[in-house]
């Protein structure tokens, strides 16, 4: 054994794998196919062995001689019965023996060994496993652990001949079998199992099942015709490289791995907001369709940040660690979220590329693989740095993101700054050429210049609709002119107008004049004026503080002095800047008021005071000294800094100079008249640019602090509880990590996973693919490569591929074209029930894989065959039909994916990896037919048949409403029933019907055709159901008729299933 | 069937007979006959072991069951223990005095660590002994307090989690982390279900009243998570369209579906035929099991047969569709033909800031149904082996969160204790388990974790929680998690 290559082992393996498997398959065969057709659960099979009693004399086993394989035979029953207390797992190894080890478990009888090897009745474990005595037999009967007889016998047999340990099988480095290809391989274990091929199927079942394996979708009847014309040598070749090359082969490939990132358009916890990282899921499906290469498709999600000046894709690549869940629950403890984002992302990792369950050492050592607790916590460091928070927010975009520049962004602001900057210097051209001398350096100093404007004098301005009441325009009391306004008061009196007059423009330096005369028989306590703009809110008031408006002793009610002496005319004055009101603000109206008495007003305006030296519209200077030391919004940056810096600062001529041409350009009152046109355009450049700016959407990214965190082992998975410190690193048991820097990176890590010497990445990548195509993978548990997870059942074959793929460097389509055009994958997939009982995954390969459609490929089928389908790609999540109350009863007040809005047109038939993702109430059609749900990594989903299923396909909106629409692709594409029905076997099916089934069909058509003669009404109906419109004129007794056939047809089981 | 090879289609029917002698799915006469001819049919359908649509695991129970179905009464937000079942008289002396600092600890959510005082708050509720077992219960509850003898109250709950989503998620699938099963599809998986015309687990998401705060559901909490997505809860809607695209669409009646499913039939009859596959077979027996879907449901939510005796045991709401009352009685009509776990997921009890306002409403939304339900099925001899069980996912903070009066005060989450009762099936009623603590902080006796509820659960139903496993990820997961967790013997009948 010791000599034996690992090659020689290997074939060993297959070979007494096989024998196994069908030793197995006889005992239990009718348990086995009962428990599978009852669960539908296409998942874990326990094999209940059932064996002789006494069976434990080594000569009575006439296969005592075949050769036991640790991996295959022995290391499962130690693994399930032995390991959680005498493994791994250093927590919690009991009577400090460790079976998992031949270092530690074979030794000579006279040290008391658990293993003697070779001799079976002086090893400890032997001994222990036959006694009776419950305190003392293994295992342990609290541990509810059994063996069975055969594994009893196995584990004598082993020792027997020697117990020889093997390394873990996925932990070895692939080897490449020298016998090249799948179909090779599959016929060598085929023939070993005394079985063969099945025939090839016949063309349509091929490019159907090609067509729906690459892209998702059916094939066009055009497609099945290009096909079955086409007699050259290549046809099948060439028709999967057609397949390979459409841009729906990156949206199918591109589902399987967001359920392996969970990827979701919602935060996944509490509130479950949106979250816009939806430029992460339409760089899969680019990634995909561009064909990069495995290798960098993983660094750039692992690491894409951390290359030399990643890309924008790069970059937009790492939010694949950005797709956990997470929270923004108030009251949640930050640290406890920072750990458990650390930990899903370090275990999806593992778990995605390694296919480790590496989660299970978050609280103590792995009991079944080599990984350690430190090892896990080694590779949580990775991690452990993330620059987004522990806290989401609850926001669209959680920092860090980027922006998702589309290919023209540059171009398109380039072009917009060029033409602001011509505009500019348009601006800046005609400024220079504007005479201007400055008033404060003119001699002599020009004069203040003084403008009165009277506002009330007699009467209210021109058009005022004045509301006055008990106030009269009265001759005596008059200050000037003819008329005062006598206002009367026993509580509060208002007179004012508020609409109709030209409005008034405060000036430069203006002072509100007003003349009262305050009746001494009768005064009043509080009198006040009040301006209109947006609002009342500019008053003045002398006398008591009675009048309870706006906020005290500010513009909004400026006590401007005490009650004036009655009985005389006293003029009252004030800034217009007192009540708020600055230069250029517009006045639409104003109210005198009195409180309890009664007053006269008369003769109310205001006065303008312009000194062109210390008026920063006229002065240059003036604006300089008015900006110093204040920001200045909407200039230039260096002139606002220029300006900032004040006068003191001495300015070289040319910077001057720019200050004076911005000056006239946007503030000389004189001057900047004529260059209101140009601005108004830059203004609505600026603007243009800024909104387009503005909608371009943003992703999620992962970035590290700038300092990493800490890393430390939490005990017991605790966050709170940090014990041993740890740094970066990677796990023993696999190659060793190459660092660059001091402190292993993401980077790093990344390279380090997709390193040739990486035994697990590339095993995990074919087996992945190999599912997707097969149905099944080779390894059973996909997710599963460590001891727990099933052996593959074609080792050579695996390692065939892993090695290929990775010679091919990495080359998914290669591999995709290398699976679809293989012999195997081409075999049809029926077969005689015996051979679906005795192996119902088809994880011998004796038969094409049949298997039901996943949930998108239902929808997009039903869509696509019934014309509706919308390819529009990419962008933000769409909502389709869907029923009432799926996130209402449930969503948080609060939460804005509380309401479904459902979208109209395109949006109910855009593909379905397009639909909205909400992940705590996903689409029914997605939950029903076994979509998981995103909240965590999903590498194979399950393939249920449920009632449910049923009522969906036959009555949902969506699709009851694309076999309307299918119908009427029927009844345009031919004119007698059987040609219809043809029709819409190959749309749906790519064959022909047999006369058989078209009679079927066509009495079914009949039935219904007679039923909506006797009720068209009920055809109506029938053929309006959904928002799209039959088309117009039809016959809407046939159209109905036909509609429930397309219903049926979509319904059928073939159609339901890729064959 | 016109396959030439005789053995070809004595394998055929050798199988078929398999399939549906052992496993099979009972199914519409007409199709069945219309589908296979009367002879082989009859041999189908006579079969002496009725079949079962919703098949046990093998092994399964692993000892008799006490219980044969759940009836799960999520309280949704946390209910106050503190005002409910928890009597804690001497804190009315406590009143806005400060917690001790050595009880408060440093686990505390956010939205209170940051308060500067944790003053007591005592319960405004007057507390009265019910029942023979002599029970405290608080004014808030007077149609539960008249059937203490009937429960078992645990007063010593805890959980590790003081949010809601990760609370929630624990308390239905025994781990805080999202991913894992629900109790609902343990159950279902582990013993499937007696109907063959409903699902073996139901959901049903009732209204609140208007003004609670209302934390979120998560279809998480009736998920499958890893297992096969048939064990997923139904979620059982209220209004006209009780099960999600139940009823035909417009134009189409019965009839057309009865003549659309013989012609499916027909149809994928030849396909399996032709490739052999059993779920071909599976899938005829699903479409059927639709078909009888669409009659079953609308009879189960039709109340018209249930007497006003019966309604009157629910309360005043028992007729409004997606009322707290209807849903309780619909749990009833659900387990009575055969469903094997209904949880009702009822929301708002989240009461941060007003308290005795908002547990006011929740209580009266459902008290009287609650105890309504255990009378009905008492009354019906069904309460022998129906597992009732009524709990939120943590409980409230002694000390008050904002403005505290004796009339005012609200309760910060508090997963060190609450309470929970059990009823029915393998309890003993009239008991209560676990002391707290003076301040209702901290268990003193008998600390009970969620995970124990579950195992609890499981053991009434004769499962054995730790036997009870699925190899996922490398680890034999089971609804009670990794930790050990003991079955809460005190309790049981």
């Known amino acids: ?1059 | 069937m016109n396959n030439k090879n005789p053995l070809f289609e004595h394998q055929l029917l050798q199988t078929r007979r398999q399939f549906f002698g052992n496993v099979g799915l009972r199914m519409g006469g007409i199709a069945m006959a219309s589908m296979m001819g009367p002879g082989l049919a009859a041999q189908a359908m006579g079969s002496e072991d009725p079949e079962r649509v919703h098949p046990p695991l093998p092994g399964l129970p692993h000892f008799p069951a006490k219980a044969k179905s759940v009836i799960y009464l999520h309280m949704n937000g946390g209910p106050s223990q503190l005002d409910t079942w928890d009597y804690k008289p001497n804190l009315v002396k406590q009143f806005e005095k400060e917690l001790p600092k050595d009880f408060l600890g440093d686990r505390i959510t956010t939205m209170t660590s940051g308060q500067a005082k944790f003053p007591v708050a005592p319960s405004k509720y007057e507390f009265k002994q019910h029942g023979e077992c002599g029970r405290w219960v608080s004014s808030l509850l007077p149609h539960t307090a008249k059937i203490v003898d009937d429960i078992a109250v645990i007063k010593t709950v805890h959980t590790n989690a003081i949010n809601h989503d990760p609370a929630c998620t624990f308390v239905m699938t025994g781990s805080e982390v999202s991913g894992k099963p629900s109790m609902g599809s343990w159950v279902s998986y582990g013993l499937g279900a007696e109907t063959n015309n409903l699902p073996a687990f139901v959901s049903l998401v009732p209204n609140f009243p208007a003004g609670s705060n209302a934390q979120a559901l998560y279809s998480r909490m009736w998920g499958p998570g890893f297992l096969p997505g048939k064990h997923s809860g139904v979620v059982l809607r209220a209004g006209a369209e009780p099960v999600l695209y139940l009823d035909n669409p417009p134009g189409v009646d019965r009839s057309d579906r009865r003549a659309m499913l013989d012609a499916l039939g027909k149809l994928n009859a030849k396909g399996f035929s032709k490739f052999g596959d059993p779920d071909i077979q599976t899938r005829i027996a699903q479409y059927e099991m639709a078909y009888r879907m669409q009659t079953s449901v609308p009879e189960l939510t039709d109340l018209s047969q249930e007497t006003q005796a019966t309604k009157e045991l629910y309360g005043a709401n028992v007729d409004k569709p997606g009322s707290f009352t209807q849903s309780a009685l619909l749990a009833r009509r659900l387990v009575e033909r055969g469903v094997r776990m209904v949880q009702i997921m009822h929301r708002g009890w989240d009461s941060h800031g007003n308290l005795p306002v908002e547990l006011g409403n929740q209580c009266m939304d459902t008290d009287q149904a609650c105890a309504g339900l255990i009378t009905d099925l008492k009354q019906r001899g069904m309460l022998k082996d129906t597992l009732v069980i009524w709990g939120g996912e943590f409980g409230r903070t002694v000390y008050s969160q904002g403005k505290l009066t004796r009339e005012r005060y609200g309760r910060d989450h508090h997963p060190r204790n609450f309470c929970m009762w059990m009823a029915g099936g393998g309890i003993k009623g009239g008991v209560e388990l676990g002391e707290t603590d003076e301040y209702s902080y901290n268990p003193i006796t008998d600390p009970v974790h969620i995970n124990e509820i579950n195992a609890t659960v499981l053991h009434c139903l004769g499962i054995d929680h730790e036997r009870f496993t699925l190899r996922y990820q490398g680890l034999d997961q089971r609804l009670t998690g990794v930790e050990p967790m003991k079955v809460i013997k005190q309790i049981l009948a």
């Open chain 1, 1 to 1059: 054994m010791l000599l034996m290559t690992q090659w020689n082992r290997m074939q060993m393996e297959n070979q007494t794998l096989t024998q196994n498997c069908r030793f197995q398959i006889s005992k239990s065969f009718q348990k086995t196919v009962r428990w599978l057709v009852v669960s539908g659960f296409v998942g874990l099979i326990f094999l209940v062995l059932v064996g002789d009693a006494n069976a434990f004399d080594d000569s009575h086993d006439a296969k005592a001689e075949t050769p036991i394989s640790y991996n295959r035979d022995i290391r499962p029953i130690l693994s399930e019965n032995c390991f959680a207390c005498h493994g791994t797992d250093a927590g919690n190894r009991e009577a400090d023996l460790r079976l998992d080890l031949s270092e530690t478990a074979v030794g000579k009888e006279e040290d008391g060994a658990a293993i003697v090897a070779g001799q079976p009745d002086e090893s400890l474990i032997w001994q222990r496993i036959l006694e009776t005595d419950p305190d003392v037999v293994m295992p342990p009967p609290e541990s509810k652990k059994k063996l069975t007889d055969d594994q009893k016998q196995m584990l004598r047999r082993w020792i027997k001949q020697g117990a020889e340990y093997q390394k873990h099988w996925a932990f070895e480095r692939p080897i490449k079998s020298t016998e090249a290809g799948i179909d090779a391989l599959v016929a060598k274990s085929l023939k070993r199992d005394g079985l063969s091929f099945s025939p090839e199927a016949d063309r349509s079942t091929l490019i159907r099942r090609v067509s729906m394996a690459l892209t998702g979708l059916p094939p066009t009847i055009e497609e099945v015709d290009q096909f079955l014309n086409d007699q050259s040598s290549g046809a099948y070749e060439a028709m999967v490289d057609r397949y390979l090359a459409s841009p729906r082969y990156g949206e199918e490939m591109a589902r399987y791995w967001l359920d392996v990132a969970r990827y979701g358009d919602t935060h996944g916890m509490h509130l479950d907001n949106e979250r816009q990282t939806w430029a992460y899921r339409d760089w899969v499906v680019s990634a995909f369709n561009r064909n990069l290469s495995y290798d960098q498709f993983t660094i750039d999600q692992l690491a894409g940040d951390l290359r030399e000046n990643p890309t924008q894709d790069q970059m937009i690549a790492t939010g694949f660690n950005r797709c956990n869940v997470t929270t923004g629950e108030g009251g949640s403890i930050q640290k406890e979220f920072i750990f458990r984002y650390a930990v899903d992302r370090a275990s999806t990792t593992a778990q995605a590329w390694l296919g480790l369950t590496a989660g299970c050492a978050v609280c103590h050592d792995h009991k079944y693989d080599p990984i350690s607790q430190k090892e896990f916590y080694s590779l949580y460091a990775f991690f452990n740095s993330n620059a987004d928070p522990a806290m989401d927010g609850n926001a669209l975009l959680t920092r860090p993101v980027v922006k998702v520049k589309p290919d023209d962004y540059d171009a398109k602001i380039k072009e917009f700054v060029e033409r602001e900057a011509a505009l500019q210097k348009s601006i800046d051209e005609k400024s220079a050429t504007v005479a201007y001398s400055d008033p404060a350096e003119l001699e002599p100093r020009p004069e203040i210049q003084v403008t009165t404007h009277v506002w009330f004098e007699d009467a209210f301005p021109a058009g005022a609709a004045v509301n006055a009441p008990g106030a009269a325009l009265v001759d005596e009391p008059v200050n000037s002119g003819s008329k005062a306004l006598k206002v009367v008061g026993a509580g509060l009196a208002q007179t004012f107008y508020d609409k109709g007059a030209q409005p008034l423009t405060v000036p430069d330096g203006g002072r509100f004049f007003m003349n009262v005369f305050l009746d001494p028989n009768d005064p009043p306590e509080e009198i006040m004026v009040q301006f209109l703009t947006n609002s009342w809110d500019q008053r003045a008031i002398w006398g008591a503080d009675l009048i309870n408006w706006g906020a005290q002793n500010t513009s909004q009610r400026f006590p401007a002095g005490g009650i004036p002496e009655p009985g005389k005319w006293v003029k009252l004055e004030f800034d217009a800047s007192d009540v708020g009101l600055t230069a250029a603000s517009k006045v639409n109206g104003f109210a005198f008021t009195v409180h309890g008495g009664t007053a006269y007003f008369d003769n109310m305006g205001v006065v303008g005071r312009l000194d062109p030296v210390t008026n920063p519209t006229l002065s240059l200077t003036a604006w300089r000294k008015a900006q110093a030391g204040k920001d200045t919004p909407g200039a230039p940056a260096d002139i606002k800094q220029w300006l900032k810096e004040g006068l003191d600062k001495e300015r070289k001529p040319e910077e001057v100079k720019c200050l004076r041409d911005y000056y006239v350009a946007n503030v000389c009152s004189t001057t900047r008249e004529p260059f209101n046109a140009m601005k108004a355009e830059l203004a609505a450049i600026k603007k243009q640019r800024v909104d387009y700016d503005n909608a371009v959407p943003s992703t999620f990214v992962f970035k590290d602090l700038p300092k990493p965190r800490d890393s430390f082992v939490m005990i017991r998975g605790e966050y709170d509880a940090p014990g041993e410190p740890v740094m970066p690193g990677t796990p023993a048991v696999l190659p060793a990590l190459k660092q660059t820097g001091e402190r292993a990176n993401r980077l790093d890590l990344a390279r380090w996973i997709v390193a040739p010497e990486n035994p697990l990445t590339s095993r995990v990548a074919v087996n992945r693919f190999w599912q997707q195509v097969f149905g099944v993978g080779l390894v059973n548990t996909s997710h599963d490569f460590g001891t727990q997870g099933t052996l593959p059942t074609h080792p050579e074959l695996l390692d065939w591929m892993a090695v290929t793929f990775q010679e091919n460097g990495w080359d998914v389509k290669k591999l995709m074209r290398l699976m679809v055009t293989s012999q195997t994958f081409r075999q049809q997939g029926n077969a005689p029930p015996p051979r679906w009982a005795a192996d119902p995954e088809n994880q011998q390969l004796a038969r094409g894989p049949r298997f039901r459609l996943d949930a998108e490929q239902l929808r997009d089928q039903t869509l696509f065959v019934s014309g509706l389908m919308v390819h529009d790609m990419g962008g933000k999540g769409v909502n389709p039909y869907q029923p009432p109350n799926i996130w209402e009863p449930i969503g948080f007040g609060g939460s804005n994916t509380r309401f479904y809005k459902r979208g109209n047109g395109d949006d109910l038939y855009r593909r379905t990896l397009y639909t909205f993702f909400k992940r705590t109430a996903p689409h029914p059609m997605l939950e029903n037919f076994d979509a998981p749900p995103r909240e965590q990594s999903c590498i194979r989903r399950d393939r249920t048949n449920t009632p449910l299923q049923a009522l969906q396909l036959l009555n949902d909106v969506q699709h009851f409403e694309a076999a309307r629409a299918f119908a009427g692709r029927m009844m345009a594409s031919a004119d007698t029933p059987d040609s219809r029905i043809e029709f819409a076997y190959r749309a749906a099916l790519s064959r022909r019907p047999s006369e058989e089934e078209s009679a079927i069909v066509l009495d079914f058509f009949h039935r219904q055709q007679a039923k909506y003669k006797a009720a068209p009404e009920e055809a109506k109906k029938t053929i309006q159901y959904g928002e799209s419109k039959p088309p117009a004129g039809v016959d809407e007794v046939e159209l109905a008729a036909w509609t429930l056939v397309a219903n049926l047809i979509l319904n059928l089981d073939e159609t339901i299933v890729r064959n």
